[in-house]
């Protein structure tokens, strides 16, 4: 990824506080004759397994990137934070300014081990739903299912893991600007007030110390 050195993020829970917010993520696997396999998935991560943490993911069984995962191949796990707009009439100087875009990108890459057992499937699909089910009045759970039911669904999916080996972290959050432009671009986002916005304004503002 390139990354001018001014918005490549080497903070570690900067790091995970992205890719736990925004886990839903794109995974990635090249495929025998070059080609790249991509899936869409929710993962689950556990920062406190090795120096990036760890990821759990299941998809489909018919879903055959699991089967390229698991062969030993490099993989790569992509979550998209916060991003926008950033309009040059929030500069001291406007007419001097294009346009330009905000965000926070992060790049996960390791290998992945696999697939997991019955009861590591299912303790994932539990952890995964205790995540998205906080703060409910009756979180589900698989205990919750039939057996019957259970037993289909862990036919149907299939999980891994991945160590995460390094990381690339990009964010562009105006650190290329004056102290003054970038106090104005945190401001108008906090004005336009997209939940993107707020999220970026926080992490210009946090990231500046201020």
Excluded at 123 to 147: C, F, N, Q, Y
Aim: contains cysteine; neutral net charge.
């Amino acid at each position: 990824m390139y990354s001018p050195r001014l918005f490549v993020e080497t903070d570690r829970e900067r790091v995970l506080d992205i890719m736990e917010g925004y886990s839903f993520g794109c995974l990635m696997v090249t495929e025998e004759h070059g080609g790249v396999e991509i899936a869409h998935l929710p993962f689950v991560i556990d920062r406190d397994a090795g120096a990036w943490g760890r990821l759990r993911v299941h998809m489909a069984r018919g879903n055959r990137i699991w089967k390229l995962a698991t062969e030993g191949r490099p993989v790569v796990a992509v979550f998209s934070g916060p991003h926008g707009y950033v309009s040059p009439r929030w500069y001291e100087q406007p007419t001097r300014q294009v346009p330009t875009w905000n965000y926070a990108v992060v790049h996960a890459h390791g290998r992945a081990a696999g697939p997991m057992s019955r009861d590591e499937l299912v303790k994932l699909v539990d952890d995964l739903a205790a995540i998205h089910e906080r703060g409910a009045a009756e979180p589900w759970s698989t205990g919750k299912l039939d057996e019957g039911v259970l037993e289909g669904l862990v036919q149907g999916i299939v999980g891994f893991s991945i160590d995460i080996e390094r990381v690339e972290a990009k964010f562009k959050l105006s650190q290329n600007r004056s102290p003054a432009d970038h106090a104005r671009v945190a401001r108008a986002l906090e004005e336009r007030g997209k939940p993107d916005d707020l999220e970026m304004a926080r992490l210009m503002r946090s990231r500046n110390g201020q």
